[in-house]
């Protein structure tokens, strides 16, 4: 077996003890003689599976008891309908923060159903910084204000929580900084995240919804595209996906083993703060692309100050064990996704070979 | 380990030398150092995997070039929205077959878009039979014909594929008999199935559609919902659902190894013909719901003379390792799933219990 770091921004590293786990019970989960995959999802095994998954994620981020926690499929694309078909209700349009190609892709589609106001953009500037809230141009009179609280692309991440202003809820697209640090559910209307980057396997959707945002749908919206009928059902209208959400149980369980968000949030402190202080201290042979109090700790993203290095730079970079570091092309350079899932050994082999590639090619 | 026979309607058994397989590349797929639920979806990796299971499956299925293959999510419950989003087009109405419970819920959700013409229906009768096809009261201006192969609960089958009478495309769920027999796909507009019940895990959705059906969808279809979105992008337009893919390819690669869908359909054959025989041959103690030419290979539906009995039948066929075999609330009674990964030693171990279970309570 090849010994790799596995940057990739997604579908993403996830914990080995997880991977062990799910791999020792893929024939008979606890006994049942059955891998979970073969389970009917009303069974009291994968109804215990799915009960304590919600458990341990409302324990872990200590949701309300009047949020809904939803497991759905379709990736945050999906919600990018669902949330103006489900959250519109009488209002006429939404407020949206654009500040990367995230963002972009959820006010392309929440066109097609409400008239979207841009509060702010930092697009000026190639999506480098979060415009500073006071200055947005809010509209007191939206259904509600959509961020993304990290641009998985871009390398761009909210170092606050916007205000909920005028009681204008608040709906964050959280995919991929979810259970990343600690958030105060209570200040969201609604939080989305795709679970392949901080939860698990691609094919599952969390929702976290406050209740009082259900039962506003637009009635040309497809039934399964409803919260509410999810809701209702328990996540369970029609099949889920079961064994996503199964792996998804596991990640909750080793987080919370490890001390929970908080132990998670200071190792994710511990990490961004090696890999930055790498690029920092360079002299410039590595730099970083975004406003300092707005890089983020799950994507760093950082171009070398001679590009034509950079392809050196990755092909040596998988020869030591260290893949997936290419950057997106609406960006260019590397990006190094450092979700939960990601040692800390992995951060540091990267540090160590960045250090010797700019010795070398310095 | 229990060693169980798991009869459950879906998600269902899987073969065992797929889980085994999956269990063995867990850790390191193919010397990648990679779980394939850890891959990027746009990696070389993951890209072998998705375009072998669309080669194995088009090769399985002999899917003519001018049909478009896609991975989907959210089960047959989003195609019941899907399709007359995409197909309906300049047109008014659609035309759908009746025969039970997920035929129903499909033309419920298609009557919050279009006019629903009920071609026949077999409700009279608690869904026991498949109308004769001549008596199909059919629009010729339909926008397609929708209807359900195989009814998972009622335990009905489709002897026949109706004719795509005056050029109206023929478009049907096949979610639970996929890949059980053969099937002549250049007589189809579409085919959809859930892959829970013979192709792999929840979560992911096939969609077998003709290419000049693709391009009309009415202007609300959210984009994700848009068979078009996914064509062009090789059903890569957002992330798919890379660990229910990477299954799937590997039941299709097994399915190849015995003999591709002939050969399926011969073993499947001779299961459905041991257990309406044992059924046949009890002298009343057991009895099929279904009329003899309409009943399923998939799901064997049946019922026990003496009623009060059937609670002791499942709990006796639990402690013989027979599991899953209780029947949908709505039918009532049992209900034996057969799919293609149900070896014949399990349907000969339920034969062997219900001749014993008859002669001990007769």
């Known amino acids: 077996m090849a010994k790799v770091y596995n940057f990739s921004a997604g579908p993403a590293v996830l914990p080995h003890a997880v991977l062990a786990e799910a791999q020792s019970e893929m024939l008979d989960w606890h006994g049942s003689g059955m891998c979970v995959m073969e389970m009917s999802h009303r069974g009291k095994e994968f109804m215990e599976i799915i009960h304590d998954a919600e458990h341990d994620l409302r324990e872990l981020m200590q949701i309300p008891k009047n949020y809904k926690v939803l497991f759905l499929q379709g990736g945050a694309s999906l919600q990018f309908a669902m949330l103006p078909l489900n959250l519109l209700g009488d209002k006429k349009s939404i407020d949206v923060v654009n500040t990367g190609h995230w963002s972009k892709l959820a006010i392309k589609e929440a066109k097609r159903y409400a008239n979207v106001n841009v509060v702010a953009s930092s697009e000026d500037r190639n999506f480098t910084y979060v415009p500073a809230e006071e200055t947005w141009q809010r509209d007191p009179d939206a259904a509600y204000l959509h961020y993304t609280s990290n641009e998985t692309i871009g390398g761009l991440q909210f170092p606050f929580i916007p205000s909920s202003a005028n009681g204008v809820p608040l709906v964050c697209d959280m995919s991929s900084d979810f259970l990343s640090r600690e958030v105060d559910v209570s200040q969201f209307g609604l939080i989305y995240a795709g679970a392949q980057k901080n939860i698990g396997p691609s094919g599952l959707t969390v929702v976290i919804v406050r209740e009082d945002l259900l039962g506003k749908a637009l009635p040309s919206t497809p ?3 409803n919260y509410q009928v999810h809701a209702d059902a328990d996540s369970m209208y ?3 996906a079961t064994y996503p959400v199964y792996i998804a149980g596991l990640v909750f369980k080793w987080l919370k083993e490890l001390g929970g968000i908080k132990g998670m949030a200071a190792r994710n402190d511990e990490k961004a703060g090696l890999l930055y202080h790498a690029i920092e201290s ?6 970083s ?3 300092a109090p707005f890089r983020s700790k799950m994507n760093v993203v950082f171009r070398l100050k001679d590009e034509s290095l950079e392809d050196t730079f990755l092909s040596e970079a998988k ?3 260290l893949v997936q570091l290419k950057g997106h092309r609406a960006v260019g350079g590397m990006r190094a996704s450092i979700y939960n899932a990601m040692p800390i050994e992995g951060v540091k082999a990267l540090v160590s070979f960045m250090m010797d590639f700019a010795r070398q090619h310095s």
């Open 238 to 240: 029609n099949t889920p």
């Open 319 to 321: 020869k030591n064990g």
């Open 289 to 291: 692309t975004v406003d």
């Open 282 to 287: 360079s002299n410039g042979f590595y730099y």
């Open 223 to 225: 039934t399964m595209l």
